[in-house]
């Protein structure tokens, strides 16, 4: 037990060092650096430390990591709505959320949502690209995409225009805020703007619930939405 706290300590002495010297100087992170591979830990340490397999293959850049390295994950989401706007029906959602498209800003995002006596439905896609490095606490997106929208009183469809923020409370999906604003069939005589926001906060490491508010705005009227969400967040490679 000795040998092994030893061992952690100098473990952490060096992580340690890296850190600070990382505040005074970046780039001293960028390359190995002996303290960090010569620090004589035993196998079984190195073996079940995923961090340190990391470190002694090449000290990281500490600053890129954080600056690069997504702050939010992708969702499988599934919940249960509310619509107040329609004699207070109940639905369901369904839907994924920023569904990365490799290690750019894209990230794509669908879901359906109706209410079960058929009165209301909507579903679509967008692509969102966000403006900032996706590590960032904020964070903007245009959004791309086609919607359906259909109530009892009137049904449209077309190009869905906006843009969303994003404000990261705490990263790894732990905790966050968005705000959406779009436009479907922008210009014409259908169109119908669309305002959503969305506070998710996490139970477990990987499941999250989320509490939607969506309002509708057509010439035809104006309808309202409110759900609460599970979602499933799955991790990064």
């Known amino acids: ?17 890296c850190s600070l010297l990382l505040t005074a100087s970046p ?47 992708t969702r499988l989401r599934f919940g249960y709505s509310q619509f107040p706007s329609t004699g207070q029906a109940a639905g369901i959602n369904i839907g994924i959320e920023d569904a990365f498209i490799g290690s750019s800003g894209f990230t794509v995002s669908g879901d359906y949502e109706t209410t079960f006596n058929g009165k209301r439905e909507a579903y679509g896609a967008n692509v969102n690209y966000y403006l900032r490095p996706l590590g960032s606490y904020v964070n903007i997106a245009p959004v791309v995409g086609y919607r359906h929208l259909e109530t009892d009183r009137y049904s449209t469809d077309g190009v869905n225009l906006g843009a969303k923020l994003l404000l990261v409370l705490s990263r790894g999906g732990g905790a966050d805020i968005s705000l959406t604003q779009s436009w479907v069939a922008p210009g014409s005589s259908e169109e119908v703007g669309l305002t959503k926001l969305s506070v998710g906060y996490a139970v477990t490491r990987n499941l999250r619930v989320s509490t939607d508010i969506e309002k509708q705005n057509a010439r035809q009227g104006k309808d309202s939405r409110v759900g609460v969400v599970f979602e499933w967040m799955i991790p990064r490679d």
């Open 27 to 73: 780039g001293w992170c960028k390359q190995p650096h002996s303290n960090a591979q010569d620090l004589d830990l035993s196998q079984e340490v190195i073996k079940n430390s995923p961090v340190l397999r990391k470190w002694r293959d090449r000290v990281p850049n500490v600053l890129d990591d954080i600056k690069n390295d997504p702050s939010f994950r």
């Open 1 to 17: 037990m000795t040998t092994d706290n030893g061992q952690m300590t100098k473990l952490l002495y060096s992580l340690g060092y």
